[in-house]
Each structure stands twice: as C-alpha cells, then as structure tokens.
C-alpha cells in the first residue's frame, strides 16, 4: 500500500471523526536523490509535557517511503562499514557517508563533533594486517597506547615465555578471572592481553584501573578462529586501545543555514563493538533518510529538520550534547521524534509523551497500520530520552524485538523489508500531520 494511499485514508477517518464530533560490500554513494534542486537557505521517564496537535483537514502528499532506498542504507551501513563503534575510523565514514546523503538532497549540514567520557573504549586487534574491533578493558587512567608482540596461548607455555608476546584468552566468564588474566600476563612481561569473549557472556568486564596498564582488548568469539590460527603460527598481532574520552559526531540537516527545527526527526549510527547493527541502528538510520529524501522531493519544508546522533552506544552521549546545546541556545524543537530498532515484528511500538503516542496510534490505526503503546523495558535507553531530559515533548518509533541487538548476529539478513517500510511509512504519516500542525505543513 501507498503512502499516498495510506495518507487519504487516514485524513478521510480523521476528517469523519471531527465533523460527527464537532498524526554490494563496498561504501557506496548514496541513493540517487530525487529531490529538488533548492539551496540549501541512561533512563529516564518520558513526561506529559507534548502538545496536543490537531489533525489538518487536507495534506498533499507527492512522497512515499521507499523501502529499497532504505535498504541501500541499511547495506552500506551494515555490511560496506560494518560496526561502527564512536571514535573509529568506521564512525567517521559513517557520519561522511550520512551527511552526504542529506546534502544530496538539497539540506544544509552540520557535523556537530562532540568528546565524551566513557569506559566503553574502542580497541583494536590487527591480525595479518586486518583490523578486528574490540573493546579495551582498560579503565581511565590507562593513556591511549599500542603494543606489539607475537601470539600465544595463556597456561600453554610457563611464564618467560610471555616476555614480549601477547597472550590470547578465552573468557569462561565476564567476572575476576579477566582482571587475573591480565595480572598474570603483565607480572610475565607480556606486552598486551586479547581476551575472546564466549558468545553467551556480555560483551564488557570489569575495567583495569592501573594508569600503567598494558592494553587489554575483549574480542568477539566469531573472531575465534582468526587468533587460534594467529597462535598456532606465532604470528606478530598489534594491539591498541583509544582515548578515554573519544571524539564522535553527530550529523544535522537543515532546510537552509540557520533555520529553526521545529520537528526534529532522529537516530543514533553507532553500534557496540562486534556488532554489524543492521538492526541496531542501520535499520532506524535509514528510515531517518529516506524520510528525509520523501519530504525533500516537493521541496524542503520549513521547521523539519533531520539528525543521527553518536555515541548512543556509550551513554546517549551524542543526543544529549545536541539537547543541551540547544537548550543553552534557545533552538529546542517542539517535537523530537526517535527512530532506534526499527527492522522486525508485526507492528509498529510508540513509546513518549502520552498525548502524541495516543494520537500515533489512532492515527496509524485509522490508516490500517498495526500499532501500540509501549515503554521501554528496565535497563533500555535511547536518544529520546534525552530530549525528554530538557522537557522536550517525544514519540518514539520501535519494533519492540531486542533479541538480536548488540551481538554480532546484528546482521542484514535478520531485518525485514516489510517491516521496516511499515514503520517508514507510519512515520511518514504521523510527521506530516505533525508538521502541518506545528510548522504549517509538507
């Protein structure tokens, strides 16, 4: 079904109501755009402070959601860049690749860069001259630093052995036995530690305060067979830990320079480490897009404005530099609008300010589109919240499925086209009745 369909059905439902009465593997270029040519001119409570925006009596609507469009983004993200952990080379070719895309079609850009503190530190394990993306378990106090030395087995070889080598361990658990781990390697004069992580243990540990750490970098176990191989020829790895507060970026897109967000549509591009993140957040990213491709092809509209955040991955960190600045400056939207795992299920989840999640539903509902009301579950954030944080009214867009995400089964193959065009063209909808109420219409 259209959305131009879906549109008109949804407008004659809601007009009806009001008168018996009295919302390939390479980096690829973008898209083809097909807009105009116009120049660029952790968890919180969601709160009842939104607006009650009342439907418009007619919208033209010479866009629709396009589901293959998506999916390019969807496989540029996941599958040419991979994971996308804030601070690495990945994330910076992701926010180019992002930010080209908006500029494609005619919006003015800006990347916002941004350093954060957090104990989520990028590493790396290069193998035969291929780069394996981890995690350091090294606390703050450790500098950033590199290490290089040949591989060998932990408790296969007596200690002296290690002096100048770099002990490669299979995690049993993500408790103590890392921290014993490493006590062991540095008292033996190993110049690093790589620890692979067993698929059914979390992918963090305990931080290794010493400010005199050897760099201790958690792997994941598909990249088990690699370093086996690397020990059973002796094979020279390199190991490195990044900064303890990384530069990441987020990417905003305009109308024109300077002009005001009214409606602010949304979603985080960076993953966890081992993560492909088709799920999480390719999926949401390129909804964030393509919306932003539909609502461009009349022309840009006045108040709509469009970001993807980074470093949600590590505390939200991104979405709320970008909040708070704006809050400093005066330029809060009046709606921030979340797209975070949005590729899975049945029906479309709507999670924020009570009055604008009630109004989605009977919105999508009146068009045909499966919808509900939801929360986030104990433990679970994401970019919104920190719009709600500066009283910012929310809607929160969701397929509600978090089997999947943070793992390296995070993969293009689990995403469903038909689900994520459903979500797509729900907040199509949803944001033309927002923008025509708030910002005086598509």
């Known amino acids: 079904m259209t959305f131009r369909l879906l549109l008109a059905i949804a407008l004659a439902a809601l007009l009806a109501t009001a008168c018996s009465d009295g919302d390939s593997d390479d980096a690829s270029t973008p898209p083809e755009a097909t807009a105009s040519s116009a120049s660029p001119a952790d968890a919180a409570t969601p709160t009842e402070a939104d607006t009650a925006a009342a439907p418009p009596s007619a919208i033209d609507a010479p866009f629709d959601h396009d589901i293959e469009r998506a999916m390019e983004h969807v496989r540029v993200l996941s599958v040419a860049i991979g994971p996308r952990v804030s601070g690495s080379q990945e994330a910076r070719q992701t926010v180019a690749y992002i930010a080209d895309v908006f500029r494609s079609y005619g919006y003015a850009v800006e990347v916002m860069e941004f350093d954060y503190k957090t104990r ?33 087995e932990v408790g296969a070889r007596r200690s002296a052995s290690f002096s100048g080598s770099i002990p490669v361990r299979n995690r049993n658990n993500p408790g103590y036995g890392d921290v014993l781990a490493y006590m062991e390697a540095d008292r033996n004069e190993a110049t690093g530690l790589v620890i692979v992580n067993q698929a059914r243990w979390p992918f ?23 370093l086996t191989l690397a020990v059973e020829d002796g094979a020279t790895i390199t190991v490195s830990i990044g900064p303890g507060r990384p530069m990441a970026a987020n990417v905003i897109a305009r109308p024109a320079e300077g002009a005001s967000c009214n409606i602010l549509a949304g979603g985080h591009h960076d993953t966890v480490a081992a993560a ?8 949401g990213v390129a909804i964030v897009l393509e919306l932003a491709r539909a609502f461009a092809v009349d022309g840009l509209d006045e108040g709509l404005c469009f970001a993807t955040f980074g470093a949600e991955e590590s505390g939200l960190f991104g979405s709320a530099a970008l909040a708070r600045g704006w809050e ?39 068009a045909g589109i499966p919808s509900f009301p939801s929360a986030l579950p104990q433990g679970y954030g994401s970019d919104h919240q920190s719009f709600v944080d500066v009283g910012v009214p929310v809607l929160y867009f969701s397929d509600g499925d978090v089997s999947l995400i943070h793992t390296p089964g995070d993969v293009i193959a689990e995403v469903e086209p038909v689900a994520v065009d459903r979500i797509g063209d729900a907040a199509a909808l949803v944001l033309s009745v927002l923008l025509a109420e708030i910002a005086g219409g598509p």
């Open 204 to 226: 963090y540990g305990f931080p290794i305060e010493a400010a005199d750490a050897i760099p201790v970098v958690l792997v994941s176990h598909t990249e088990a067979d690699r």
């Open 276 to 283: 492909p993140g088709a799920i999480d957040n390719a999926s």
């Open 120 to 152: 989520f530190r990028a590493a790396t394990v290069t193998v035969n001259g291929e780069t394996i993306e981890g995690v350091a378990l090294n606390g703050l106090a450790t500098p950033p630093k590199s290490a290089e030395g040949r591989a060998v």
């Open 328 to 366: 400093e400056s005066g330029e809060l939207p009046e709606v921030m609008v979340n797209f975070d795992v949005t590729a899975r299920g049945e029906a479309v989840e709507l999670i924020g300010s009570g009055r604008l999640v009630g109004q989605a539903v009977q919105l999508l509902s009146d």
